[in-house]
């Protein structure tokens, strides 16, 4: 039998700095062991033998063969592992019909004797040959094969006794080498470019093998091996089975080991990003069907989503720097969101985190907290001037991704991954990943307004996610445990210590939009809106000091989404101070700035003399119809849009998705609705109303017929 050992004295030879060396003499000091090597030049040298047997310098080279890391064969262990059950108790039978020709005993061992051994035909005075031919008769195989068994299993031990041909490897298409390079070559250049067909990848790279080596050089491949060669190189670069996009994506993965940013405390990193939903809603200002996009915030060490806005159509740089708002003034929470939804109820005071008359209601809807770092892409909106110049006074910094790179921002990408399959797929309208999972009319079931999808998203998040072990939150030092955003947000705190809160909430208005006016006797005056307060009047015919692009002009921060109210900073105490616009008190609620012109364009089409009052009054009128919560109301706001693209829009067949005859089936359809838009049942009909459903149906079944 092999061995692994060997003997180290007088006469053994080693490789010592690529030269071969041999032990002269072994002597014993008060330092320790010591040897004398002489080289093939008759030099002598002293050495420690710890030195000599340690030392990456030193090799030996043994004297008779044995086992040797570099051996072609696999280890036991993996040859072992690969067996199925039945497969592995052959092989350790075998084993011990083997043990019992070389030794008379099953188990290798006297001291391990079962009943009736040894029998007499194994006993240890009979010859091996005689043992070697009994065995073969008792299994009914040849000698020479118990021969090859002794053989392997003298050498190999249980795992020589596995059969080869199981474990041997199928054999590939015996292709020239040109041929395969030139075939990946082909597939690799079609990465960029639509799906090609393996017949063209093959006929393009039979006239590339000829074109560069000559016809009749290198042998080409008959069609089935062809097929079977691309089934090959399909592992090393996908083209054919998945789709397009999702093999760019493969062939775009780095070649060196993944690395990331490994956040340590909440607030180190902000992940902001933006996707399209994929659902579709309705406008409830334009009343129009449109794409929505949603623009989040992510802590990346909790996962904790610090802002969330959904937008039609496509992301500017204001949603963007409404995003960041939120980080430092988060929302406030919804009135029926359960107690643990409420930010913060996890050991942080609220009067550390936000200024208590920053936020309404009973609570807040996230953590406030101050990045360290925002990573982004590469968009307009989120490398803008002024987003990047208040980052700077922040002492944030902005990190962009790799271009086209997702896994730089892997947890928020994972998270609208979330969104759509544990919410998005369940709502009414939703309409797939992609074009291949489109349902047949999505359309006709998306009755969601975009501030409901906004306020169900958020709900979502606060209810659920935040509340909801994440796989990716786990500590190191307890590996078995899960956590959720909200678990990782505590964690954070206790393992960091701090976290970075805003040490000023007002500094939250650097990120809105900042326009120039002059101050009137009457106030200031945007957008044909007037706002005015008691931090105006000593302003009024004193020269600004501002040379910016309005003449004897101040700067004044509007929020787009709320055009009710403006900021101006005092230049005195250099405090914030709210203005109002005059026409404030009959908005019930925020007024954005689309809005408004779209109601001046309704007052302008219905009256004479038209003014804001009258415009916002009219429209407020029109929100109470057109966000009702019950299928009647709806229905109602469906002919309302109608009448208005009638009025508005120019016929040129490109008018509103609402007049086409996709939306009818929806209005026969229940909808979902969040929990801060349900009525008491005593207002789930508008007045007058039957009770009898065939009767309420029957009432607005024609509400898009033609006139």
Sequence with gaps: MSRSGARVGVGTRFRYDGETVEVVELAATAAGNEVVLKDGHGCVRRLSLKELLLSDRAEIVPDQAGPSAEDAGEIASVVLSQLRDDERRKVLERAEHVREALTGYRSGSPELVREGEPRTEYRAGEPAEARYAAKARELGVSVRSVKQWVADFRCHGEA??????????????????????????????????????????????????????????????????????????????????LSAKRNRDIADRPESAYGKLRPTRPGEYLLMDSTRLDVFAFDPITLRWVQAELSVGMDWYTRCITGIRVTPVSTKAVDVSAVLYQAFRPRPAGRDWPRHAVWPEHGIPRSVLVDVDAADGPGLAGPALVPETLVVDHGKVYVSEHLTSVCRRMGISIQPARLRTGRDKGPVERFFRTLREDLLQALPGYKGPDIHGRGECP????????????????????????????????????????????????????????????????????FLQ????????????????????????????????YRGPVKNGWPFQVDPDDITRIYFRDPDDRRWQMLRWEHAPSAEMPLSEDALAFARKLAAAKYRYPDDRLAVADLLERWSLGLGTTLAERRMALRLSREQAAIDLPTTGTSSAVTLRSVRPALGQSLPLSSSQKTAPDQAEPEGCDDDDTDFDAFYADALDDA
């Excluded at 002059?518 to 009047?537: A, C, F, S």
């Design 514 to 545: 900042t326009k120039w006016r002059t101050v009137q006797h009457y106030g200031v005056e945007i957008g044909r809106r007037r706002y005015n307060g008691p931090t105006l009047t000593k302003l009024k015919g004193v020269r600004s000091p």
């Design 160 to 241: 020589g006794l596995v059969s080869k041909r199981g474990l041997s490897v199928p054999r590939q298409p015996s292709v020239d080498d040109r041929w395969l390079e030139t075939a990946l070559e082909v597939m690799v250049e079609y990465t960029g470019q639509s799906k090609p067909s393996r017949t063209l990848v093959i006929e393009r790279t039979r006239a590339r093998v000829v074109a560069r080596f000559g016809p009749e050089v290198v042998p080409q491949p008959s069609r089935a091996t062809a097929f079977r060669v691309l089934e090959g190189l399909e592992r090393r670069h996908p083209l054919f089975r």
């Design 443 to 510: 359309e006709a079931e998306a009755f969601f307004y975009l501030d409901e999808l906004e306020a169900i998203i958020r709900e979502w998040v606060a209810v659920i996610y935040h509340h909801r072990p994440h796989s990716g939150l786990v500590d190191p030092g307890v590996p078995g445990l899960r956590m959720s955003p909200a678990t990782m947000f505590e964690h954070g705190v206790a393992r960091a210590g701090y976290i970075e809160a805003p040490r000023d909430p007002d500094l939250a208005f650097e």
